[in-house]
């Protein structure tokens, strides 16, 4: 996977674990999982890690949609396919994080049914 979708995922994963306010040990165990299936390297994930020391949510969500908008349609669905997913590992869907998949679902001119459909046969 390229290094857009890659950080992209991230700053959108981050974004979805913290948008009920807590988060999870098994948010956690799933971010290492998604980590390890999308190839993720410490250095991309170092580097995500420091630039989103300094930013806001706002910030930290305009640059993920900027990264995933340089992604395939492709990358994206399977991108929001992982975030609809994730929304689930807590065992609770907050409406934050609904409506934050959503608008990023929305803004990446993906279809929010081929998310659902391709989530139903896919695992994090």
């Not at 799933?30 to 994930?45: Q, R, T």
């Not at 706002?58 to 340089?70: D, F, K, L, S």
């Amino acid at each position: 996977m390229n290094r857009n979708y890659q950080l992209g995922l991230l700053y959108l994963v981050h974004l979805l674990m913290s948008a009920d306010g807590v988060v999870d040990e098994n948010e956690t165990q799933a971010l290492n999982s998604i980590k390890s299936k999308e190839g993720i390297s410490e250095s991309i994930f170092d580097e995500f890690k420091e630039a989103i020391r300094t930013k806001r949510g706002r910030e930290i969500y305009q640059t993920g949609i900027e990264y995933m908008n340089r992604c395939t349609d492709e990358e994206k669905l399977r991108a929001f396919v992982i975030l609809y997913k994730m929304s689930e590992v807590d065992g609770r869907v907050h409406v934050k994080e609904v409506r934050l998949l959503l608008y990023c679902i929305k803004v990446s001119g993906i279809e929010f049914d081929d998310v659902v459909a391709k989530a139903s046969i896919s695992s994090i």
